[in-house]
C-alpha cells in the first residue's frame, strides 16, 4: 500500500508508493558519452579569455588575476539571469507588482581539470570550494539588495548543466522566495511551539532512528528525508545547531568536505553516476533566524520527471521508501 507522508518543515504531503517500482538500477539511465575536449572550454586554465573577468580566484602562488596556476576560480556568469547594477525600480502596475531583475549570478569554477568531478576531487579541493561559497556570499552580504543567496550544483545534462567541466552556481536576490519562506514559516511555527529548532530534532531522531542515515562523523549528517520528494534524495545537515552558512568555520568544512564527498561517491555508486542537483540552504541575509532555522544541503539524483500530478497539486510521487534508500546508499562498498 502507498505511504503518504508530511514534511514537517513545509506541511508539503508525498506519495510512497514502493509498488511503482524502486531498486537502484530502476533509476540508471545512461547518458549518451559526449566528447571531451578543453580546447574550447572556456573553464579550463588557459582560456581565461573566454569568460567575464574573474570576481575572486584561489592560487597557490601569486599572479594577475585572469591568469592560469588557479585552484578555484569564480567568474560571473556569461548569462546571467539577473543583473547588478541599477536600482530596484520596484512599482505597481494595478494589482500586480514589478521590480528589475537585479542581483548577482556567479559561476564558481570548481577545479582546473575539465573531466574531474566533484565527487572525484580530494576532500581538501573540495574543502576550498566550500570557502569560495562562504567567500562570495561575505561579500555579496554587503549589497542591502541582496536578502537571499543560493548557491546551486547542476551536474549533467538531464539536470541543466550546460558544460561538463565541473562548477556551481550563485544567485544573489533582491527578494526571499517562497519555498524558502515557506520553510522558514514552517520553523518558526515549530519553534514557537516547543522552543527548539526542528532541523535539530530531525538530526536528533534520525541518530535515534538510525534506518534513514546514509553517512555520519562528527559534525554533520546525512539522512534521506522522512518525506523524501524524490528517489534517493539526500540532506546533509549540521548536527549543531546554525542558521548562516557563512559563519562556518575551518573545523566545519574540515567534516563538511569529507561527508558531501562520501554522500555524492555513494550516489555514484549506487545509482550509476546519476545526473544529479545539489542546493545550499541557508537563512535570508539580514533576517534574524538563529533561534530556528538550520542551514543544510540538499542532494537530489535526476531520476524521475516532474509531471502534471505534481505541478497541479503540489504532491510528489516517489516510488522508493527513504529507508530503503538509506539502505542502499550506507551498505554499498566504497
Known sequence: MPDLRRDPIVGRWVIISTERTGRPYD?????????????????CPG??????????????????????????????NKFPALQVEGDMGREGIGLYDRMNGIGAHEVIIETPEHTAGLADMPTKKI??????????????KKDQ????????????ASAGASLEHSHSQLIALPIV?????????????????????????????DISDGNR???????????????????????????????????????????????????LRRMDKVLARPSYN???????????TGDYYHWHVEIIPKLTQVAGFEWGTGFYI???????????????EL
Open 27 to 43: 533509476f540508471v539511465h545512461l547518458e549518451p558519452a559526449r566528447p571531451i575536449s578543453t580546447a574550447l572550454c572556456p573553464f
Open 47 to 76: 582560456q581565461e579569455r573566454l569568460t567575464p573577468k574573474e570576481i575572486m580566484a584561489y592560487r597557490p602562488q601569486p599572479a594577475e588575476p585572469n591568469s592560469p596556476n588557479w585552484t578555484v576560480r569564480v567568474v560571473p
Open 278 to 288: 545539489f542546493v545550499l540552504h541557508s537563512s535570508p541575509l539580514h533576517e534574524k
Open 318 to 332: 516517489n516510488p522508493v521508501s527513504p529507508e530503503e534508500s538509506a539502505k542502499f546508499l550506507r551498505e554499498v
Open 213 to 263: 542515515i546514509v553517512a555520519d562523523n562528527p559534525e554533520f549528517i546525512c539522512v534521506t528525508p522522512f518525506a523524501p520528494r524524490f528517489p534517493f534524495e539526500m540532506w546533509i545537515l549540521p548536527k549543531r545547531h546554525a542558521a548562516y552558512f557563512e559563519e562556518s568555520q575551518k573545523g566545519q568544512f574540515e567534516f563538511l568536505a569529507p561527508m558531501l564527498s562520501e554522500a
Open 177 to 205: 522566495p517562497t519555498s524558502v519562506l515557506e520553510e522558514l514559516d514552517g520553523c518558526r511555527a515549530h519553534y514557537q511551539q516547543k522552543e527548539r529548532c526542528i532541523y535539530c530534532d530531525i538530526v536528533r531522531q
Open 145 to 156: 539588495r541582496f536578502r537571499y543567496i543560493l548557491i546551486f550544483k547542476n551536474h549533467g
Open 127 to 140: 574543502e576550498d570550494v566550500l570557502w569560495a561559497y562562504r567567500d562570495r556570499v561575505l561579500d555579496l
